[in-house]
Every structure is written in structure tokens, then in C-alpha cells.
């Protein structure tokens, strides 16, 4: 029997199959057709919502990017918070995300071989968050607060050196957090 669902609710589906089965053989293994066995459909429905696989991957790191974005973009939305208190609360949000398992396709980005794969997501989520950060740079610059002569230029710079030092796998969280703020602060200088 055929089960109608909303197009983003069957859209919803297909990527979060796609990324289960991602996961599970690599994503250069799997085909459109193994996502539409695991979800008990014909193929042509995945063809229906996306052209390809590397179609459905793209929209897949997009809405995971804005999801995990989110709480980020809350803190940096808080212009009224001074650097030390945006770090503290975005140390919190990190931690957080971590302890509840909020990052629903961490399984497939934190596998070994698959750092390009993480690499798109990080570049992807920095496009999502460089404007609130360089909004909350550029509000704490009219304060005086900070002094740096380009607010998006610093923010371009905090994010990416940021993305390394998270990513990096010989220091635990509370030591990539002191770093950063340590860092964060002399930058902002």
C-alpha cells in the first residue's frame, strides 16, 4: 500500500536515509537505488526530490549546517554580551551539542576517511554564522570594546582558526575552549 507524506517530510526522509546509509558504507559506495531499498521505495522517488546523489548530499550538509548553526547564531545574536560572556555561552552551546547528541550525522562527518566530508560542513556552517559574528564584531567595535580595523575580515580570520583548533583531536574540549578565548581575545585587541 502507497503511504502519501508532505513533499518535506518525504524530503526529510530520503536525507536522513541517505546520511543513515552514508554512515553505514561510505558515501562513495551507496547509490540512489540503495536509498530507496532502505526506505522500502522505488528509486524514482529519490529521483523525485533530488536530480542526484550528490544533489541530496549538498542539501543534506545545507540543512544540517543551518541546524547545527543555530544555537550559535543565538549567542552571536546577543550583541549586548561582551567577548568574555559570548565565549562562555558558546562554550556552553558547544558542550551542550556534545553531551545530547544534537549533532543528529555526527556518525558520518567524524569518521575516519571521511575529513573532506567534515571539511564541507565546517565551510558550509562558517558561511552560515560569518554574518551574525561580524554583526556582533561590528557592534562591539561602535562600543569600543574591541579594535579591529575590519569586523568581517575578523571574523573571517576567528572562524577559520577556530575550525582547526575544534577539530583537532589531541586536546580535549575545556582545553580547545581556553585556547580559543585566549586567542579570540588577542585578536580583538
Known amino acids: 500500500m502507497r503511504i502519501s507524506k508532505e513533499p518535506e ?103 575516519k576517511g571521511n575529513e573532506l566530508f567534515h571539511r564541507q560542513l565546517d565551510m558550509e556552517m562558517l558561511h552560515i554564522i560569518l554574518p551574525y559574528v561580524a554583526a556582533y564584531l561590528e557592534e562591539l567595535k561602535k562600543r569600543k570594546e574591541i579594535n579591529v580595523p575590519d569586523a568581517r575580515a575578523a571574523a573571517l580570520f576567528i572562524l577559520n582558526g577556530e575550525i582547526g583548533l575544534i577539530n583537532d583531536s589531541e586536546m580535549n574540549s575545556d582545553q580547545k575552549l581556553e585556547i580559543l578565548k585566549e586567542f579570540v581575545l588577542k585578536v580583538l585587541k
Open 9 to 111: 517530510v518525504r524530503k526529510q526522509e530520503i536525507i536522513d536515509t541517505a546520511m543513515k546509509v552514508f554512515a553505514e558504507r561510505g558515501y562513495e559506495a551507496v547509490t540512489m537505488k540503495d536509498i530507496a531499498r532502505e526506505m522500502n521505495v522505488a528509486s524514482g522517488l529519490c529521483y523525485h526530490y533530488f536530480q542526484n546523489k550528490q544533489a541530496l548530499y549538498e542539501e543534506a550538509v545545507k540543512k544540517y549546517a543551518q541546524s547545527c548553526s543555530r544555537s550559535f547564531i543565538e549567542v552571536f545574536s546577543q550583541t549586548d554580551l561582551s567577548v568574555n560572556e559570548c565565549i562562555e555561552r558558546l562554550g556552553k552551546v558547544w558542550q551542550e551539542a556534545e553531551d545530547d547528541c544534537s549533532y543528529v550525522y555526527a556518525g558520518f562527518f567524524h569518521e
